[in-house]
Nanobody, 129 residues
């Protein structure tokens, strides 16, 4: 059974950086894409970034973080990362990685949480002002 495990969250001051990791484990792991989302209390889960798992590894981003987040993948390690810079208090949330098994020509499908069928438990990111 496949599992996703996030790590790398924590408490950082405003302006700081974090690199989140998500490791996929299981006998066989496959994905069409991997994504990062976040959710803060009282808000809906928000798409941040996705990367296709196949050759080329096209990436897709929510423009809201203003280019401060970058998704990276390491296929050999079944790991996807989210590099976050210039963090602000409004970035405080639980951050989740997820796997989408479906391949779409249009990357915009990966903005939708419903396109993902496996989720990690999340890692808390808290940014102090």
């Amino acid at each position: 059974q496949m599992q996703l495990q996030e790590s790398g969250g924590g408490l950082v001051p405003a302006g700081g950086s974090l690199r989140l990791s998500c490791v996929a484990s299981g006998r066989t792991f496959s994905a069409a894409a991997m994504g990062w989302f976040r959710q803060s209390p009282g808000k809906e889960r928000e798409f941040l970034a996705a990367a296709r798992w196949g050759s080329g590894g096209a990436t897709y981003y929510n423009p809201a973080p203003n280019g401060r987040f970058r998704i990276e993948r390491d296929i050999a390690r079944n790991t996807v990362y989210l590099q976050m810079t210039n963090l602000q208090p409004e970035d405080t949330a639980v951050y989740y990685c997820a796997r989408s098994p479906r391949s779409y020509h249009a990357g915009s499908y990966y903005y939708n949480a419903e396109e993902y069928d496996s989720w990690g438990q999340g890692t808390q990111v808290t940014v102090s002002s």
